[in-house]
């Protein structure tokens, strides 16, 4: 079973920068970045297939960015020009198999991580 631990979250100003990482026990084609505010639906972030196609949220194209290390499989949300409305858990998820344009579905992912916390406050 594929095991998965995000880190990285904390308070920001506005305008600033954040490094979310998922360590992930095992390979999958499929990983993905999600957040949840209160009171509101999980949603896509960003999504990877394959270690190379990429998908984001129209909320947050041109200031993050995911990525994988391919050395040890961790994936990463690189976090810029952070907005108030970015505040939110996130969370890592993975999947074996999964649809290119699918990546930023909740239901195209079986394995969820904890969470990590992202305040975006001045």
């Known amino acids: 079973e594929v095991q998965l631990v995000e880190s990285g979250g904390g308070l920001v100003q506005p305008g600033g920068s954040l490094r979310l990482s998922c360590v992930v026990s095992g390979y999958t084609f499929c990983m993905g970045w999600f957040r949840q505010a209160p009171g509101k639906e999980r949603e896509g972030v960003a999504g990877?297939?394959?270690?190379?196609?990429?998908d984001y949220a129209d909320s947050v194209k041109g200031r993050f960015a995911i990525s994988k290390d391919e050395a040890t499989g961790t994936l990463h949300l690189q976090m810029n020009s952070l907005k108030p409305e970015d505040t939110a858990m996130y969370y890592c998820?993975?999947?074996?198999?999964?649809?290119?344009?699918?990546?930023?579905?909740?239901?195209?992912?079986?394995?969820w991580g904890q969470g990590t916390q992202v305040t975006v406050s001045s």
């Open positions: 998820a993975a999947s074996y198999g999964c649809s290119l344009s699918r990546l930023l579905r909740r239901d195209e992912y079986s394995y």
């Open positions: 990877i297939f394959n270690d190379v196609d990429t």
